[in-house]
């Protein structure tokens, strides 16, 4: 998928001449190091987490510092989806890649996301693990942003935002390192041609993996006062060029675009919106 930036001003193309820059230097190339070893497949099973909520599915929660709600700290895997299609019938395609039941799903649209989460809130509630005002939904916007550790950001629409900070996230730097998450192979920086399983690689400093890359992820909001087509955030495996990488880029798609390389994550919401 062809993740171009359009319609961006004379100050974002500056900023994007920047990057090309920084990613052509030979210093920058010279920390693209070729990858020399295998990356481990580790069972979530093994991985060390602490200070998490787990739901019903197995997913794991936990706060952003300076967030109100609590992020799922993995991408919406396989066997997360795969519940919520086997209980409702709702129809899901497969990739044209193999995927582990730990991998982000993939193949869903907004609104295949929005319904996932009616569907758990549901069962949750029925089962008495979610009290009245608590329920999963999507991020926003803000709240991602706010995970990727962008802080608050001046601007009217993630449209606005995106123009703003030079940073990635895994840090201020570019290229990527190798191990810092799941990018487009000529990046050189994983293993893993398609979709990754959860916790492949080291979590944000917020304690969540994979914000970056393995696959986009879905946002509540609109891309823009237009409300034509919603927010996408992260980039993905098929993702290598600096500014569709950046920390505060935001892709947009139409609620019933798919793809591959589109996934999404959820929060828990445990207090009423304010009005
Ligand atoms: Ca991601």
Redesign the pocket.
């Known amino acids: 998928m062809n993740h171009t930036p359009r319609g961006r001003g004379r100050a974002w193309a500056e900023l994007v001449c920047l990057i090309a820059a920084l990613a052509s230097s030979p210093a920058t190339q010279a920390q693209n190091t070729v990858r020399t070893s295998t990356v481990p497949d580790l069972p979530v099973e093994r991985m060390s987490v602490t200070g998490l909520v787990e739901n019903s599915l197995g997913m794991k929660f936990r706060t952003v510092p300076g967030g109100k709600v609590q992020f799922s700290i993995w991408?919406t895997r396989v066997q997360d989806y795969e519940a919520f299609v086997m209980a409702s019938g709702r129809s899901w395609g497969k990739p044209g890649f193999d995927q582990g039941k730990q991998h982000?799903a993939v193949n869903v649209n907004w609104e295949d996301a929005q319904a996932f989460c009616r569907w758990l809130t549901t069962q949750e509630r029925k089962a008495g693990r979610l009290t009245a005002p608590q329920r999963y939904r999507l991020p926003t916007d803000e709240e991602w942003s706010l995970a990727v550790g962008l802080g608050t950001e001046s601007g009217t629409s993630p449209e606005d935002k995106m123009k703003q900070r030079v940073i990635w996230?895994w840090g201020s730097y570019w290229p990527p390192r190798n191990r810092e998450?799941?990018y487009a192979s000529e990046l050189q920086v994983d293993t893993f041609p398609h979709t990754s399983p959860a916790g492949s690689f080291s979590p944000n400093a917020g304690g969540l993996y994979?914000?970056?890359?393995?696959?986009?992820?879905w946002c509540e909001d609109w891309y823009n006062a237009a409300q034509v087509t919603k927010v996408l955030?992260?980039?993905?495996f098929n993702d290598a060029h600096p500014a569709t990488l950046l920390a505060s880029y935001r892709f947009q798609g139409t609620m019933n675009l798919t793809g591959e390389d589109i996934?999404f994550?959820v929060v828990l919401e445990s207090k009423s919106l304010p009005p």
């Not at 994979?210 to 992820?217: A, C, H, Q, S, T």
């Not at 955030?233 to 993905?236: A, E, F, L, N």
């Open positions: 991408e982000p996230p998450g799941n994979d914000l970056g890359g393995n696959v986009w992820e955030r992260g980039g993905s996934g994550r």
